[in-house]
């Protein structure tokens, strides 16, 4: 039997699911079509701010769209993910080097835990809109992520991914 491929999404991506933003929905379609068998994961960073956002946010409108991508997750097939203790210190640590090294700002203190989260994971794509993970530098994140034997996921865009897939 083959082993799912395990692609972690993040929050900007769930709220895109629950906001049926066109790119995220056709993107992610996409990605379990055509690039089967796949897993779509949320990292438990991801559940936090979502939750957070749903029971917290100042702003009505995104709290209604927190609780709507949490009602979504289902109905997408998208896997929560809840870390052991050593999951937890191994991407708490990664994340910590992200940070340290500057390879994610300080002030993105929950990127560099969701990024680190997916490589935990063993994902191998994480879609993303943020731009702090995007532009990343994907040598000097390998070289992070190897020190901890981790492998690095691809970050990727819902418009890269159409793209990508409809040259």
């Known amino acids: 039997m083959q082993r799912h491929q395990l692609v972690a999404v993040d929050t900007n991506i769930l709220l ?50 927190a609780v709507m991508s949490i009602g979504e997750i289902a109905a997408w097939g ?17 994340a910590a080097l992200l940070l340290q090294r500057g390879l994610v700002p300080s002030a993105e203190r929950n990127d560099a835990r969701i990024l680190a989260e997916a490589a935990v994971l063993g994902c191998v794509l994480l879609v993303s809109k943020d731009s702090h993970l995007i532009g990343l530098d994907a040598l000097a994140l390998s070289i992070i992520f190897r020190e901890l034997d981790l492998t690095a996921p ?12 409809y040259r």
């Open 154 to 165: 691809v970050v990727a865009t819902p418009r890269d991914l159409l793209r990508k897939f």
């Open 78 to 94: 998208l896997h929560p993910n809840i870390f052991n203790a050593v999951q937890r210190a191994v991407a708490d640590h990664a």
């Open 16 to 65: 895109g699911i629950g906001g049926r933003d066109e790119d995220t929905v056709d993107s992610l379609r996409l990605i379990l079509k055509k690039a089967a068998p796949v897993q779509l994961v949320l990292c438990p960073t991801v559940l936090q701010e979502t939750a957070h956002l749903a029971a917290n946010s100042d702003d009505p409108a995104t709290r209604s769209l």
